[in-house]
Each structure stands twice: as structure tokens, then as C-alpha cells.
């Protein structure tokens, strides 16, 4: 009986780990002023390590990025964009 007890707490344990390192976050990008900007932001954000997604809107003028917190910032995504010419914000 012990065993399928121990898996149970060694999952449990995984998927907590998992979910401390994935961030979510949405940030502002209120200079968008075309389509084709979303594709300049969304390569540039991806091209920070530990980003596993990036998905911008033009409409809502906003990226929403997930990435593992202990291999990148908030600081660092906001460096991206504005990197490209693109200052973020982040949205609360
Ligand atoms: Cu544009």
C-alpha cells in the first residue's frame, strides 16, 4: 500500500514544481500601429531563453507570454520588446 501513496505525493509534488517555474504574463504594447508589428514582437520575445510562448494581439495591443521564471524576468521580456522598438507595460 505504500507505494501508490509514494507516486501519488511524487506527481503532486512534479506538477506544483511545474506551475512555480510557468509564468504567465500580459504585457501592454500600446505602440502596436500596424499587423505586422505583433510578428516583430512575438519573434523577439521567443527569442528569449526560457520563453515557451508568445502570442500578441494587435486589436488588444497586448503580448501574452509565458515563461519559465527561473530562467527569465519580467525585466528581460520588457527588454525584448523594447528592444525591437516596441516599449511594454505590464497589465494588471
Ligand atoms: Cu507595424
Redesign the pocket.
Known amino acids: 500500500m505504500k507505494k501508490p501513496i509514494f507516486l501519488f505525493a511524487l506527481c503532486l509534488g512534479l506538477s506544483t514544481f511545474a506551475n512555480a517555474a510557468t509564468q504567465k504574463a500580459v504585457l501592454n504594447v500600446p505602440t502596436?500601429?500596424?499587423?505586422?508589428?505583433p510578428l516583430t514582437i512575438k519573434a523577439a520575445l521567443l527569442k528569449v531563453p526560457g520563453v515557451s510562448s508568445a502570442r500578441v494581439s494587435y486589436k488588444k495591443r497586448e503580448a501574452i507570454v509565458e515563461y519559465d521564471d527561473t530562467r527569465t524576468s519580467l525585466a528581460e521580456l520588457k527588454k525584448a520588446t523594447a528592444d525591437v522598438g516596441y516599449p511594454s507595460l505590464l497589465q494588471d
Open positions: 502596436m500601429d500596424c499587423e505586422t508589428c
